[in-house]
């Protein structure tokens, strides 16, 4: 197993409404192996999301920790990884209604600070900086295609997309694949 599959299964029972009958054997499935994230940490990410759409926040945040302990101990340093670990992290605390430490505040500043548009996406939503949240998916969308891959279907998104102000960015939004 690794993580590309067990993303592609989980995205795969939600769609077939397979969910609910299979979902604990393939989560049984997925903490027996927490082994694989040694080899391909840099993919949690996007399995954590998937699992965040499927609003299962204990494994999202199990696979996160898990992924996070092996890149820290088998990768190399990488700002926007680290960042997208740090931005899942905190993003699991809102949608689960816990508070912000003051770590995760400075956390979030330093996130906005990167260059490049996704880590600055993501910490100005969570920052609650809505207008310039706005501009750095503009940024996002504007990227092309790869720029655009899944970005409507992201938790995160939905977080800003009541703060939208500009009915063509949320246009460009739905029109995004």
């Given at each position: 197993?690794?993580?590309?599959?067990?993303?592609?299964?989980?995205?795969?029972?939600?769609?077939?409404?397979l969910?609910?009958?299979?979902?604990?054997?393939?989560?049984?499935?997925?903490?027996?192996?927490g082994?694989?994230?040694?080899?391909?940490?840099?993919?949690?990410?996007?399995?954590?999301?998937t699992?965040?759409?499927?609003?299962?926040w204990?494994e999202?945040?199990?696979?996160?920790?898990?992924?996070?302990?092996?890149?820290?101990?088998?990768?190399?340093?990488?700002?926007?990884?680290?960042?997208?670990?740090?931005?899942?992290l905190?993003?699991?605390?809102?949608?689960t209604?816990?508070?912000?430490?003051?770590?995760?505040?400075?956390?979030?500043?330093?996130?906005?600070?990167?260059?490049?548009?996704?880590?600055?996406?993501?910490?100005?939503?969570?920052?609650?900086?809505w207008?310039?949240?706005?501009k750095?998916?503009?940024?996002?969308?504007?990227?092309?295609?790869?720029?655009?891959?899944?970005?409507n279907?992201?938790?995160?998104?939905?977080l800003?997309?009541?703060?939208?102000?500009?009915?063509?960015?949320?246009?460009?939004?739905?029109?995004?694949?």
């Amino acid at each position: 197993p690794n993580p590309r599959a067990f993303n592609y299964v989980f995205d795969f029972l939600k769609r077939h409404k397979l969910l609910d009958e299979k979902y604990d054997q393939f989560a049984k499935l997925l903490r027996a192996n927490g082994a694989m994230f040694e080899r391909e940490f840099e993919f949690a990410n996007d399995l954590s999301l998937t699992l965040m759409t499927l609003e299962k926040w204990g494994e999202a945040r199990w696979v996160l920790d898990t992924a996070l302990a092996a890149y820290k101990k088998f990768g190399k340093p990488n700002p926007i990884l680290t960042a997208n670990f740090g931005l899942n992290l905190i993003q699991l605390k809102v949608h689960t209604n816990r508070p912000y430490s003051a770590k995760d505040r400075r956390e979030l500043e330093r996130f906005a600070e990167i260059d490049s548009p996704y880590p600055k996406l993501g910490a100005h939503i969570l920052m609650e900086n809505w207008p310039e949240a706005e501009k750095q998916l503009c940024r996002c969308l504007d990227l092309g295609p790869s720029g655009r891959a899944g970005i409507n279907r992201w938790p995160i998104i939905e977080l800003l997309k009541p703060h939208i102000s500009n009915p063509k960015t949320l246009n460009k939004l739905r029109r995004a694949k």
